[in-house]
């Protein structure tokens, strides 16, 4: 796993920025198994980059857009995503344990796999597309069983203590 600079980081948002105003220029995000762990991605537009495996521990992605991002078997924990979009994202796998998840946006993401223990949650994940073989805390189970499809997932959903 490479560790990309904050420089580097920057530039590759400036790229993808670009691509994401018009696909014949700039480059798409491509973060696949690099080490950003603790670097700085408030209000990045990370929407539809590719952030598979990759180590994002301790990140600031307050206020992020994460639209449509592949986050498969990536490892959020401990990072800040207060007020991210992660609307359709695929977080399959994804490690978001002691992640703040305050006003995150999870409509039609997809969530089977991941682990949510401890993570501060402070929202309604009824949107979400997929929640089976997901980790969750005890205080997670309130936002859980408001879900329409609870009955047909509950037996896959692991529920723990902090």
Known sequence: MR??????????????????????????????YADLSYTKL?????????LIDTNLTGVDLSGANLTGANL???NLSDADLFGADLSDADLSGADLSYASLRRVELSGAHLSYANFTGAKFGLN????KAIDHAT???????????RDDWAKVKDTVKIVNN
């Open 3 to 32: 560790k990309v600079t904050q420089e580097e980081l920057d530039q590759i948002l400036a790229d993808h920025a670009l691509w994401l105003d018009d696909q014949r220029t700039g480059e798409r995000a491509q973060l696949k």
């Open 42 to 50: 408030t209000d990045a537009n990370l929407t539809n980059a590719n």
């Open 72 to 74: 498969t078997d990536a």
């Open 125 to 128: 994940i009824n949107d979400v």
């Open 136 to 146: 969750f805390s005890q205080d997670a189970y309130e936002w859980l069983i408001l």
